[in-house]
């Protein structure tokens, strides 16, 4: 009797495993930190869902491209991508609507997280602000024109165009340079001081290399770089400039008809709920969107963190860099690359 | 050595099949790419991408590059390989051996060397800072220049390898006959020396003249975004624009830059002799 009992259990534990394994979760998100999200946000969810979570990495051209690739047949569930690459998608037809009322720690996000491309197709997790890191021991930088400056001339590099940050930066440039909203001629005076212009780069991981070889000493880029260049033995500063700080958000997004709905709105609600949130900021993996999140003050120095900060940040509406993008990528390619 | 063809063609099959399903096929629909449009069969790719001027010019740089690369890599590599083959035998081994050695070193490694060499921080610019050439750093990485270097560094062993083999072909008496029948060095090599080694001068030729259009760890590295190359572009287009159709077009130019260049090769080999 002991042992058909003992069979019986068995039997039942391997039944709910089978059960769980029947619930997959796969996910598109970008590649860095991700032991520190699988020790704060998957595992976690894995245990409380009783699924399992399929993490597919890559760029985001790449993931972006798998999304529509898959479209008829959604192989992924919820994917986290850029303000402007969710634009992209939505216009495309390939992410559906949220229904804040299916996510519990809406309303503990900052009111620009809570629909940021319009028609709740997307929701904000993290944001990042954008500004110039600068060697302070050889030059001080107060403004985004300083870049443009004869005391940085074959000292600074630039974001590609093509990047998330280079709109930004031609953007804050363009305040700096009072060139009004059209940023065409802000990209034209960029190709008269390419010269100056060690290399426009594409990857932070490219610029911290360049700045610790002393190749660079100026360039603007995301704050979520800032830890490598602090553990630098450079004297690195992060600049104020009076124009303000760039900043930009990512968001997630539910690919559509993808039949898993249901699992991916408990996903999105555990990463934006405050437990989650706190852990990945103190890991400084991400900064926070939900308000509720309270970190140490080492922590937040590193971070693009509190109301102050994010309201302040100069955002780009992703619906200008979709419309104007291939236009921009035009005019740089013939008057900045070339 | 065959008894009949069936048994050779029966060993190359295996080969074959190999080749043509993961390597042929999968490049030829990949390729079609760039003739294909909305109405069927198109050239349109091509026109666009000629139109703009940024492909034009990155087209004429790789193929500056290339031939810049490609003609270096001959001069020193005749020289070089001279040498080689009239060294004692133990001297011919170590040095052959010191030839191929970069060669099992990875590219990216060989390239990042170069960011020490010629950085601001780099042994070239101590140096001309220290002799008081200039009063600040230069800038040497990022430019064509340095890419140049770079890619003849990677590639120069092709062309000596190459040009070692062909040369350990010449019969050894006819270089001191065309010597003591008054030829000058110059009239020996391109009369005596040229002709008998354009069999090595093709290969070693189409190797580096291919390499230097293909390569894109080190024109990403020394050059970036400021010194674009088809390579590079190619990356652009599929990882930050997902364009596959422009991508395709710059694949089929650069196959045929290097069948282009080997039928030059060969038709200058042939005039020669």
Partial sequence: ?338 | MFRNRREGLALALPAAIFSTLLFLVPVAILLSEAFRSDTGFSLQGYVDFFASPLNRSVFLRTLKLGVLVAGSAAIIGYAAAFCIVNLPGKARGTVFGMVVLPLMISPVARTYAWIVILGRTGIVNDAIVGLGLSASPIRLLFTETAVFLGLLQLFLPLMIISLVSAMENIPRDVIPAARVLGASWLNVFFKVILPLTKEGLVIGGTLVFTGALTAYITPAILGGSKVLMLETLLYQKVNVSNDFVSASVIAMILIAMSFAANLVLKRIATARS
């Fill in chain 1, 1 to 338: 009797m002991k042992s058909t009992l003992s069979i019986l259990a068995v039997s039942c534990a391997m039944g709910s495993a089978a059960m769980a394994a029947d619930r997959t979760l796969t996910i598109s998100v970008y590649s860095f930190a991700q032991d520190e999200y699988k020790e704060a946000l998957y595992d976690p969810f894995e245990a409380i869902c009783g699924c399992d979570v399929v993490v597919e990495t890559g760029n985001s051209v790449e993931r972006m491209a798998k999304i529509e690739a898959n479209a008829a047949d959604p192989v992924i569930d919820m994917a986290v991508i850029s303000t402007q690459d969710a634009l992209t998608l939505a216009r495309k037809d390939l992410i559906a609507p949220l229904d804040p009322a299916k996510l519990t720690n809406f309303d503990k996000l900052y009111d620009t997280a809570k629909d940021p491309i319009g028609d709740h197709m997307a929701v904000g997790y993290t944001y990042y602000a954008s500004s110039i890191v600068y060697r302070s021991d050889l030059v001080e930088i107060d403004s985004w024109g300083d870049l443009l400056g004869e005391e940085l001339a074959g000292q600074v590099a630039l974001p590609n165009i093509t990047g998330t940050q280079g709109p930004l930066t031609v953007m804050m440039l363009g305040k700096a340079l009072d060139a009004g909203t059209d940023l065409a001629p802000v990209i034209t005076e960029i190709g008269a001081h390419a010269d100056d212009i060690v290399t426009f780069y594409s990857r932070s991981s490219e610029l911290v290399q360049l700045m610790n070889q002393e190749e660079v000493i100026a360039a603007p880029v995301g704050r979520f770089a800032w830890g490598s260049f602090e553990k630098s033995s450079l004297p690195f500063a992060w600049a104020t400039p009076k124009e303000g700080q760039a900043g930009g958000m990512n968001v997630m997004v539910m690919t559509k008809n993808n039949g898993n709905e249901d699992l991916a709105y408990q996903f999105m609600d555990y990463w934006l709920s405050t437990e989650v949130q706190t852990k990945v900021a103190q890991m400084l993996v991400d900064s926070p969107a939900n308000k509720d999140v309270v970190v140490s003050d080492e922590i937040a120095k590193n971070l693009t963190y509190g109301a102050d900060v994010i309201n302040a940040l100069n955002i780009m509406p992703a619906a200008e860099i979709v419309d104007n993008r291939a236009a921009w990528v035009e005019q740089w390619n013939t008057e900045v690359i070339q």
